[in-house]
């Protein structure tokens, strides 16, 4: 059965103050320490247990970041991401129990930003949260900033204005987190940067135990600018690959 838990405290001078967060878990147990936890940090917090409550509360509510299980009742986390993304685009960090790269992929195709899979740790959760939220505001700012010329790597074309890739003239969509890693590779293209760099420019955090979310968001965008872009040294990290001058 849903429960739904509304703050309305705002006056909190923590970093997260006046943030919204949906979470959507059927878990009870799960659901209420992810909600102590991120009030504790000074958000907003409504949760939601299944799948159709999760795309109305969004609707209605207008979160700015959604953490979001991938089993849900009603219908999957996927659907819910596809249904809220096709409406407004909202950061969305996914949750999964199946320690499984393909449900990461699928939920990374969807619009999902990152992913954490259980049994994780609230301080963690919570440093994500903010890390993606700062992310998401350095986008907003840098797409509302105007940027001289468009990046053209061959057959690959970046805008940065825009924040649109286009390959052989054909628009691909990616998450804001795709399009910041591919930023990131093709302001040093040809040059291998390692997961830790990576994780530290486009995530703006240097946990190692991250760098598996590097490797998840190289073969998403992988799927979707072509592999043959992307070199991989083993043990070290990812190139951008450019045609020969």
């Known amino acids: 059965m849903e429960q739904t838990h509304t703050s309305h405290n705002g006056t909190a001078a923590a970093p997260g103050a006046q943030r919204r967060v949906l979470v959507v878990e059927d878990d009870l147990t799960i659901v ?9 940090e000074g958000f907003l917090v409504q949760t939601a247990g299944d799948g159709p409550s999760a795309v109305d509360t969004a609707e209605a509510w207008q979160p700015d970041l959604l953490i979001l299980d991938v089993m849900l009742p009603g219908f999957d986390g996927l659907e819910v991401c596809r ?3 096709a409406a407004r685009p909202v950061p969305v960090m996914m949750l999964t129990a199946r320690d499984d790269e393909t ?8 619009g999902a930003d990152d992913y954490m899979t259980k049994p994780f740790s609230m301080r963690e959760l919570a440093a994500r949260v903010h890390v993606l939220l700062r992310r998401m505001e350095r986008a907003a700012l840098a797409a509302s900033t105007p940027r001289s ?3 053209r790597l061959g057959e690959l074309e970046i805008d940065h204005a825009q924040r649109r890739v286009r390959v052989r003239s054909e628009d691909v ?6 399009f910041d890693l591919l930023v990131c590779l093709a302001n040093s293209p040809r040059a291998v940067l390692s997961r830790e760099q990576l994780l530290a420019e486009v995530w703006d955090w240097a946990d190692a135990s991250g760098t598996r979310t590097v490797d998840s968001h190289i073969k998403a965008l992988r799927r979707k600018i072509g592999a043959e872009r992307i070199r991989t040294v083993h043990g070290v990290g990812y190139a951008l690959e450019t045609p020969n001058p």
């Open 32 to 40: 209420d320490a992810i909600a102590a936890r991120l009030r504790a």
């Open 103 to 110: 449900d990461m992929l699928v939920g990374l195709g969807v």
């Open 149 to 151: 010329g468009i990046l």
């Open 83 to 85: 249904r809220v993304q």
């Open 173 to 178: 969509h990616l998450t804001p987190t795709e």
